[in-house]
């Protein structure tokens, strides 16, 4: 069974950082691109960011670009999100999911909450 | 940046009544669309890619067309479960893959 289990999510303030993890099972963690999509209180579903199965390959939205940086650990079949400068539109469940453009397997999410 | 509108925000549906759901691109996407159910505190699951392939385990009262700009999601009779929020998604123009703002379809 494919697992996707997020973790790292908080109260974090303004300009503050924070660091996703996802852990996953039931695949071959390095055989997939990966993704980070999000969803702020609400709202609709925003796509945040993207990496290929080597890690050689890393897609932003525009939104994010420079303040957050995604990297994966294919070891540890771990996928990370490293956000930087957070801003109160930051604030979102942020999803772990496979695959770089549709997606069958997501996980639970994780909240960030961006307030002081 | 390729915008996805859904219509209606919201539908109005009685059990066993068929929904139809609404999705435009702003430009051509060609098939490359995706459809996906969301219930509260879930994450979102895929029903439909490629605008009309199933997904796995996807009941067959689940079905998508469409091309080019415009697409449909249809359910041809409504169950207690399939009440949520539906999101479209385009993936030919990525990254990034944008999504509609989603159509709510609540019980009449």
């Known amino acids: 069974e494919v697992q996707l289990l997020e973790s790292g999510g908080g109260l974090v303030q303004p300009g503050g950082s924070l660091r996703l993890s996802c852990v996953v099972s039931?695949?071959?963690?390095?055989?997939?691109?990966m993704s980070w999509v999000r969803q702020a209180p609400g709202r609709g579903l925003e796509w945040v960011s993207g990496?290929?199965?080597?890690?050689?390959?890393?897609y932003y939205a525009d939104s994010v670009k420079g303040r957050f940086t995604v990297s994966r650990d294919n070891s540890k079949n771990t996928l990370y999100l490293q956000m930087n400068s957070l801003r109160a539109e930051d604030t979102a469940v942020y999803y772990c999911?496979?695959?770089?453009?549709?997606?069958?397997?997501w996980g639970q999410g994780t909240l960030v909450t961006v307030s002081s | 940046e390729i915008v996805m509108t859904q219509s209606p925000a919201t539908l109005s549906v009685s059990p066993g009544e068929r929904a139809t759901l609404s999705c435009r691109a702003s430009q051509s996407v060609s098939s490359d669309v995706a459809w996906y159910q969301q219930k509260p505190g879930q994450a979102p699951r895929l029903l439909i890619y490629g605008a009309s392939t199933r997904a796995t385990g996807i009941p067959v009262r689940f079905s998508g067309s469409g091309s080019g700009t415009e697409f449909t999601l249809t359910i041809s009779s409504l169950q207690s479960e399939d009440f949520a929020v539906y999101y479209c998604?385009?993936?030919?123009?990525?990254?990034?893959?944008?999504f509609g703002q989603g159509t709510k379809v609540e019980t009449k």
């Open positions: 998604q385009q993936y030919n123009n990525w990254p990034p893959g944008t």
């Open positions: 990496i290929s199965d080597s890690g050689g390959r890393i």
């Open positions: 039931g695949f071959t963690f390095s055989s997939y691109a």
């Open positions: 999911v496979r695959d770089r453009m549709v997606y069958l397997h």
